[in-house]
């Protein structure tokens, strides 16, 4: 049963939860809808959904490792990183101002996101990968033959908390 403190530190926190919550709800359910209308592992164009033409497709990959398949393999470790991430943002709540509502949306997106590929990890050994962009330009061990590796809802949600969390920090950096 929660205690009136705990009630209070949940709705000190709501905008975070809520973002967490709506970021995890949408991966999961983009995965599962991914994981139900294609086979895994699919690379090719007649296994995938054509969204934009030479350009954008849902694809069906079951990534064992992290962004750009980084320690393939190592999902016990990479499990292990997303606890000690998620340990950590607690821990570390007043430096980060998570009582700040700009920062709660910030790191909800991240826990989202983390917390949507952990389940993954668990759940499957893996995490499901969907979005594909094939690019008009190669970059040498980045985007071999322009296509930007797979990625899904959580990555999306890490990315652009981490960006927004750099910006925030950057503007609010005292010229001092």
Not at 95 to 121: K, P, S, Y
Not at 135 to 159: K, M, Q, T
Request: glycine letters at 10%.
């Amino acid at each position: 049963m929660l205690t009136q403190t705990g009630i209070r530190g949940i709705v000190a926190y709501k905008r975070l939860i809520c973002t967490a919550v709506l970021v995890f709800l949408l991966d999961q359910s983009t995965k599962l809808w991914v994981s139900h209308e294609l086979p895994i592992n699919t690379y090719n164009s007649w296994d995938s959904i054509t969204i934009i033409p030479d350009f954008f497709y849902i694809i069906h990959i079951g990534n064992y490792g992290a962004a750009w398949g980084i320690l393939e393999g190592q999902g016990l470790l990479l499990a292990a990183f997303a606890l000690v991430a998620l340990f950590t943002l607690f821990v570390f709540r007043k430096t980060l101002e998570l009582h700040c509502h700009l920062e709660q949306w910030i790191f909800g997106l991240m826990i989202g996101g983390i917390v949507g590929n952990l389940a993954d990890r668990c759940l499957r050994g893996y995490v499901i990968d969907f979005l594909d962009f094939h690019l008009p330009f190669s970059i040498p061990y980045i985007l071999e033959g322009g296509r930007y590796p797979a990625f899904n809802v959580a990555d999306c949600g890490i990315v652009i908390g981490v960006f927004a969390f750099l910006t925030l920090n950057f503007i609010k950096k005292d010229p001092k």
